[in-house]
T-cell receptor
Framework: DAKTTQPTSMDCAEGRAANLPCNHS???????VYWYRQIHSQGPQYIIH???NNETNEMASLIITEDRKSSTLILPHATLRDTAVYYC????????????FGGGTRLMVKP | NAGVTQTPKFRVLKTGQSMTLLCAQD?????MYWYRQDPGMGLRLIHY???????AKGEVPDGYNVSRLKKQNFLLGLESAAPSQTSVYFC???????????FGPGTRLTVT
């Protein structure tokens, strides 16, 4: 599996966009980029995933560079409830679909 | 739907004791997973199952056993608990075609 690199922590002002980067320079052609988040003490929550194209859902947008070596998760209007650890995971969609969680980025949304 | 539930929520064991953690899902999901999360760390996969009656090892399987006798339940057993198994245990499930894993609320286990 491709390894991911994320900043350890980031701050964001409430109401502003939060842009969380992820580097996955060794990603292979059949691997997807997944984003999950974990609010304190809770189980992780799926946010979004993508292969090549940019994706958007009700929670966030995912921007993947053309060479697929990096991506950015965008929370368009961060709220205090978005304070969490955000995990970028690269994984092929095969049998088992096991996820490997690294350290993630601790996002602190401040009033 | 209750989603993914885990029993118990908290447990304290003495070294050498055994216990079973229960994960139940009511979404008819084929795949189920057990992860552990140590303080300040990401989740690590212990065992998983791709269907009723099947199990497979994950990244950190030593000291644990699992069973999937019914599609909706995935049991994680500790035969002889050790302090190194103090952790928060999360269960997850998904359908075969879905990209999204649904996680339970976790079981906080302390082994003294």
């Amino acid at each position: 599996d491709a390894k991911t690199t994320q900043p350890t922590s980031m701050d964001c002002a409430e109401g502003r966009a939060a842009n969380l980067p992820c580097n996955h320079s060794t990603i292979s052609g059949n691997e997807y980029v997944y984003w999950y988040r974990q609010i304190h003490s809770q189980g992780p929550q799926y946010i979004i995933h993508g292969l090549k194209n940019n994706e958007t859902n009700e929670m966030a947008s995912l921007i993947i560079t053309e060479d697929r070596k990096s991506s950015t998760l965008i929370l368009p209007h961060a709220t205090l409830r978005d304070t969490a650890v955000y995990y970028c995971i690269v994984r092929s969609h095969n049998a088992g679909n096991m996820l490997t969680f690294g350290g993630g980025t601790r996002l602190m949304v401040k009033p | 739907n209750a989603g993914v539930t885990q029993t118990p929520k908290f447990r304290v064991l003495k070294t050498g004791q055994s216990m079973t953690l229960l994960c139940a899902q009511d979404m008819n999901h084929e795949y189920m997973y057990w992860y552990r999360q140590d303080p300040g760390m990401g989740l690590r996969l212990i065992h998983y199952s791709v269907g009723e009656g099947t199990t497979a090892k994950g990244e950190v399987p030593d000291g644990y056993n699992v069973s999937r006798l019914k599609k909706q339940n995935f049991l994680l057993g500790l035969e002889s608990a050790a302090p190194s198994q103090t952790s928060v245990y999360f269960c997850a499930s998904k359908t075969g075609i879905s990209y999204e894993q649904y996680f339970g609320p976790g079981t906080r286990l302390t082994v003294t």
